[in-house]
């Protein structure tokens, strides 16, 4: 059962990625969750641990008009086109062997995806109609849901469309033994973290039939909430809710996170907020205090895996729970472990680093994975001298292993898969970039995490 909630949570991610990378579609994680994407369904957004990730949601029980005051039920206004035809299918290998000193493993496997959605439809609320029928209604506050929601920092948001299947679909997974997550959690163990992870590693074919009327992918729009139970719809992409009482932010909501793809406004970094949450390059140090073999087994396991985003996102979704969710008192967890010379500082570090490396985008992470060492090093050195140079710099100052027209070459397809544009001209490098200052943020903090794992190997 394990098997088919991820063979169906990959499809539908893979899904959005393909027909909305940029958009406001959200994935259906859970098949549970069909059934209560309604449309006005309420569902929670839950933050994460740096801005610039993707929020999470979770659905609830509930529709706007069961927390509304009054007797009159809203009833929404829904329309319902064609949306598309959608076939997809996905390859995957991972080979890759560590033998050092801490660890031998050696990751082998393929796997194959094939999404048959078939014809899709697109449900749509009448955000006009909703407007009209909910003006000057006012948020039930000793309601349940929001009394628990209004003490925490998850903000709620209704399902304005949905899109589902139309007749009977397949999802089809079949996966070879991959050793790729079970050798780099026993990196992690022998950092000191405590590893009660369960990987399953054998042969596998997953087949899934989906139901017509299934609910794959899905978008919303943010209730703003003011203390007296007056409330609006967050209808500019920009604009972000929340309860009022949590609404003090540095920033203002129009730059803070927008949509799904959890990018800020536009994907401009909030000027009064560029690094703060973990970060900052400085938060990477930790790994750099590791031993050798150390860094040298997660740099090659990491590398491994960049390619494989289920895994990858297993990892970052395991670090979390490993770092913040063992217990209540998160200040005493961490000085258990920092106890451990300083486990939770480099655990939180590794946390880091893969957070970033999931939030890139398929084409980046391949680069990256075939990059060798001395120039992920350069790399690196060459965006943290932008950054410090205000992204303009002597061309004297180019790291010498990016000299070579081939290393540059590579340097400009990296900065392009995000959106950036790397100049040359008259002795002069300078960055420009399509409000992409987001994406640039976690492309630098990948490369110089990646690079403090590879110091000094050839």
């Known amino acids: 059962m394990q098997s088919q909630a991820a063979a169906f949570s990959k499809a539908t991610a893979k899904f959005v990625r393909q027909v909305d990378p940029e958009g406001s579609l959200i994935p259906v994680s859970c098949m549970n969750d069909s059934s209560k994407l ?61 033998d050092v000193e801490i660890v031998s493993a050696e990751a082998q496997g393929s796997s194959k995806l094939l999404s048959d959605f078939g014809k899709l439809d697109k449900e749509e609320v009448n955000v006009k109609k909703l407007l009209q029928d909910s003006n000057k209604r006012l948020m039930n506050m000793e309601h349940e849901l929001v009394q628990q929601l209004e ?55 997953v087949s899934l039939k989906i139901q017509p009327d299934f609910v794959i992918a899905y978008s919303v729009l943010e209730l703003e909430i003011k203390k007296d139970g007056h409330f609006e719809l967050c209808l500019h992409p920009g604009k972000i809710g929340g309860f009022e009482t949590i609404m003090d932010r540095a920033w203002s909501s129009e730059d803070d996170l927008c949509v799904v793809d959890g990018l800020c406004a536009d994907g401009i970094i909030p000027e009064e907020q560029p690094q703060q949450n973990g970060s900052s390059v400085e938060d990477l140090a930790p790994l750099a205090a590791l031993s050798q073999p150390n860094r040298q087994a997660l740099f090659h396991e990491l590398q491994a895996i960049l390619t494989n985003r289920m895994t990858l996102s297993h990892l970052q979704s395991y670090l979390e729970e490993l770092c ?31 957070s970033a490396l999931e939030e890139l985008p398929d084409e980046t992470l391949s680069l990256m994975r075939g990059s060798q060492p001395e120039f992920l090093e350069a790399f690196s050195t060459l965006l943290n001298l932008m950054e410090e140079s205000s992204r303009r710099l002597s061309f004297g100052f180019l790291p010498t292993p990016l000299v070579e027209q081939q290393a540059f070459q590579q340097a400009d397809k990296l900065l392009s898969s995000i959106g950036v544009t790397l100049f040359v001209e008259n002795n002069q490098l300078w960055l420009e970039m399509e409000k992409k200052e987001v994406q640039l943020l976690v492309l630098r903090l990948s490369t110089y995490g990646l690079s403090l794992l590879c110091s000094g190997q050839k």
């Open 324 to 354: 913040f969710g063992k217990t209540p008192d998160t200040a005493q967890q961490e000085k258990e472990l920092d106890s451990v010379d300083g486990t939770f500082a480099s655990l939180n570090a590794v946390l880091l680093l893969v």
């Open 38 to 98: 309604l449309p006005m369904a309420l569902v929670v957004k839950h933050k994460r641990v740096w801005f610039w990730q993707r929020p999470k949601y979770q659905t609830t029980d509930f529709n706007l008009s069961d927390l509304l005051l009054g007797d009159e039920v809203l009833i929404p206004d829904v329309s319902k086109r064609q949306f598309l035809t959608y076939v997809g299918v996905y390859g995957n290998k991972v080979t890759g062997k560590v």
């Open 151 to 205: 003490k925490r920092s998850d903000v709620l948001a209704v399902v304005k469309e949905r899109i589902l299947t139309t007749a009977v679909c397949t999802v089809t997974q079949t996966q070879k033994e991959q050793c790729a997550l079970r050798a780099m959690l026993r990196v992690l163990g022998k950092l000191g973290a405590d590893i009660k992870a369960s990987i399953e590693s054998n042969h596998s074919n």
